[in-house]
C-alpha cells in the first residue's frame, strides 16, 4: 500500500478484489488517485481500463451524529436520475469490510470543476453564462416534487427553519473547541426571528459554484455534486447560501467581495438573483435571515473542520487554515442582519 493512500485506512488491494467481484469485465489494473480540494467525504477516482468510477466513503474516525451519511447521498442522486444532471449511481456498501466505513461508486463524469469563483482562465463572456447557469440548475432542482421522486420521506415536512436551528446548535455544541462568540448571537437571532413561510422542497444544502462539474467547453451544468446536506428543506436556504461568494473576501475560501465584476464578467448578486427567480417564477425573496442562517451553518461547518484537525482526522490537507474561517464566516452572518 503506498504512503499516501495508507492514510487513508484502507487497503487497495480489497477494493479491487471486492469490484471485480461486484462489476464484472473490469479490465487492466486498478488506479486509485484521491481527489484533494474537500473538506467533507474522501472522494477517489477509481479507474479501471475500461471503466472509470468515483468513489466517495465516510471519514475514518469518529464523526457527529448524522455528518457524512453517503447513503443519503446516494439515496438522493439516484432519485434524480434522468430529471436533473447528476453522476449515475452505480453501487452502495454499508459495510466496513472493504474500506473501514460505507461507501459508494459513481460513474466519473467528464467536464469542469471550477475552484475559484473568480474563473481565472475563462473568457468574460462565458463567466456570466457559467453562473446563470447555475441560478437556473438552481430553479430547476426547487421545481421538483419530492414524493414524484421517491423522496417524500427524505426529510420532515414545516418547521424546517426551526429544526435546523436545533440541530445546527447541537453540532455546533458537539463540535466546539473554542468560543465563537458570533455564532452563538446568530443561533440566538435566528431563533428569535423565524420566517411563517413553510414551502418545502428538495434542497442540496451546499449549492455553490465548486460543487458544479460544467460541460468541457461549454457553460453548462453535467452534474450537481456532493450532496451530503440534502433533506427536505426551504429553497431559500439554497439560494442565500449560493450567494455567499458575493459577500466573502478571497481571502475566506475564495469569495469575490471587491473584486470588479462588471470588469470580469460576473453577474453581481442581485443579477443572479433575479435570474435565479425569473427561472424559478419564485415570488417569495430571499431575506437578512436566510443570510444569516447560511452563514451560521456555514461557520459552524468550518468550526467542525477545525474540531476534526485538532483531533488529526482531517480530510483536507489544509484542514488546520481552513478551521480559522469559523469566526470570518460567522461575523459575516451578524453583517446580513445588522
Given at each position: 500500500m503506498s504512503p499516501e493512500l495508507s492514510a487513508w485506512g484502507f487497503e487497495p488491494q480489497r477494493l479491487e478484489q471486492f469490484l471485480r467481484d461486484r462489476l464484472p469485465g473490469l479490465q487492466g489494473a486498478m488506479q486509485l488517485e484521491p481527489i484533494g480540494g474537500g473538506q467533507s467525504n474522501p472522494t477517489f477516482f477509481v479507474t479501471f481500463d475500461n471503466r472509470r468510477l468515483v468513489l466517495r466513503k465516510k471519514p475514518a474516525g469518529p464523526v457527529l451524529p448524522s455528518a457524512h451519511a453517503v447513503d443519503r447521498e446516494y439515496r438522493v442522486m439516484q432519485a434524480l436520475a434522468g430529471v436533473l444532471p447528476v453522476p449515475p449511481m452505480v453501487l452502495l456498501h454499508q459495510q466496513p469490510d472493504v474500506l473501514g466505513t460505507d461507501f459508494y461508486l459513481m460513474e466519473r463524469v467528464e467536464?469542469?470543476?471550477?475552484?475559484?469563483?473568480?474563473?481565472?482562465?475563462?473568457?468574460?463572456?462565458?463567466?456570466?453564462?457559467?453562473?446563470?447557469?447555475?441560478?437556473?440548475?438552481?430553479?430547476?432542482?426547487?421545481?421538483?416534487?419530492?414524493?414524484?421522486?421517491?423522496?417524500?420521506?427524505f426529510g420532515k415536512p414545516g418547521n424546517y427553519f426551526e429544526r435546523q436551528i436545533g440541530r445546527w446548535s447541537q453540532q455546533w455544541a458537539l463540535s466546539k473547541t473554542r468560543e465563537n462568540p458570533a455564532i452563538d448571537q446568530l443561533l440566538l437571532w435566528l431563533g428569535e426571528h423565524l420566517p411563517r413561510s413553510e414551502e418545502t422542497r428538495l434542497t442540496h444544502g451546499d449549492f455553490k459554484l465548486n460543487n458544479l462539474m460544467f460541460h468541457p467547453t461549454e457553460p453548462r451544468v453535467v452534474a450537481v455534486l456532493d450532496w451530503e446536506l440534502s433533506t427536505l428543506g426551504h429553497p431559500l436556504a439554497d439560494?442565500?447560501?449560493?450567494?455567499?461568494?458575493?459577500?466573502?473576501?478571497?481571502?475566506?475560501?475564495?469569495?469575490?467581495?471587491?473584486?470588479?465584476?462588471?470588469?470580469?464578467?460576473?453577474?453581481?448578486?442581485?443579477?443572479?438573483?433575479?435570474?435565479?427567480?425569473?427561472?424559478?417564477?419564485?415570488?417569495?425573496?430571499?431575506?437578512?435571515?436566510?443570510?444569516?442562517?447560511?452563514?451560521?451553518?456555514?461557520?459552524?461547518?468550518?468550526e467542525g473542520i477545525a474540531a476534526r484537525a485538532a483531533a488529526g482526522n482531517a480530510v483536507g490537507d489544509n484542514a488546520a487554515e481552513v478551521g480559522l474561517l469559523g469566526p470570518a464566516l460567522a461575523q459575516r452572518g451578524l453583517e446580513a442582519i445588522a
Open positions: 467536464g469542469r470543476v471550477f475552484n475559484r469563483n473568480d474563473l481565472p482562465g475563462v473568457p468574460p463572456s462565458e463567466r456570466r453564462a457559467i453562473y446563470l447557469a447555475m441560478a437556473e440548475t438552481l430553479a430547476a432542482l426547487h421545481s421538483l416534487q419530492p414524493e414524484a421522486l421517491g423522496l417524500g420521506n439560494v442565500a447560501f449560493s450567494t455567499t461568494c458575493w459577500r466573502t473576501l478571497p481571502q475566506e475560501y475564495g469569495g469575490i467581495a471587491g473584486l470588479d465584476w462588471a470588469a470580469l464578467g460576473i453577474p453581481d448578486e442581485e443579477q443572479y438573483l433575479e435570474h435565479y427567480y425569473r427561472c424559478s417564477g419564485r415570488t417569495e425573496r430571499a431575506q437578512p435571515f436566510h443570510w444569516a442562517f447560511a452563514f451560521m451553518r456555514w461557520a459552524v461547518i468550518f
